[in-house]
């Protein structure tokens, strides 16, 4: 599998378990707020780490490591993520799945053979606005809602986050998710940072009222909803 990038170890990405992060390249999205965007459109002028040696580290940090973070771009577009995310567990790794949801029949499957421990699907708005917040103008929001019925029937361990961002959200988005996701598991939002690389322009991280604003929203719908400090 064509990785990016690695980050050798996060504290916070992975509930509960000190891990690594795999990036991987490529999206089926184009968000105007992506924080990752040489990876989104110009992955190909990437570097690629060689999988070996991706796999010679996991196998000495074994010690210090508990799991790894699988994230993008967009991870379910590439073919040979069950065969890559069957190896990380045959390591002996707990693996976390990071996605947009838009790929159900991968998610379903990457579940059914035990290859995941951990699923965080973003939810970029509510899905009447989909497309402007992913930049997509055909998109099949049924896809996002098949991903999102699925995780809440409970077969893997899961959470859905959406990352906010001024002036793109407003409190209707808000309620529409939360009618939408009522009773998940865990739901958070996080403000957006700017990294300096986002595909688009004039997207701002909102104030911490607009924050607090949405989050009382959601608490009518969710009972394990929360700000989360980390975008």
Do not use: W
């Amino acid at each position: 599998m064509v990785i990016h990038g690695i980050q050798k170890l996060t504290l916070v990405d992975f509930p509960g378990h000190p891990a690594a992060i795999l990036f991987s390249g490529k999206c089926n999205f184009r968000c105007p707020f992506c924080q990752n965007a040489p990876l989104v459109v110009g992955s190909d002028e990437e570097p690629v780490l060689d999988n070996d040696e991706i796999f010679d580290f996991l196998k000495k940090r074994k010690r210090m490591l508990e799991g790894v973070v699988m994230t993008g771009g967009e991870p379910t577009i590439n073919s040979d993520l069950i065969p890559f995310l069957a190896s990380l567990k045959d390591l002996g790794y707990l693996v976390k799945l990071d996605t947009n949801g838009y790929r159900p029949d991968v998610l379903r499957e990457s579940v059914e053979k035990g290859v995941v421990d951990y699923v965080a699907m973003d939810i970029k708005t509510s899905l009447d606005e989909y497309p402007k917040l992913c930049g997509v103008n055909n998109i099949d929001t049924s896809r996002i809602k098949e991903s999102i019925d699925y995780l809440m029937s409970d077969k893997v361990d899961y959470e859905f986050r959406t990352t906010v961002v001024e002036p793109l959200h407003h409190k209707e988005n808000f309620k529409k998710i939360g009618e939408m996701i009522k009773g998940c598991k865990r739901y958070f939002l996080q403000s957006f940072v700017e990294s300096g690389n986002i595909l688009g322009k004039n997207c701002f991280p909102p104030s911490s009222e607009q924050l607090q604003s949405y989050l009382e929203t959601l608490n009518s719908y969710i009972e394990n909803v929360s700000i989360r400090d980390k975008a």
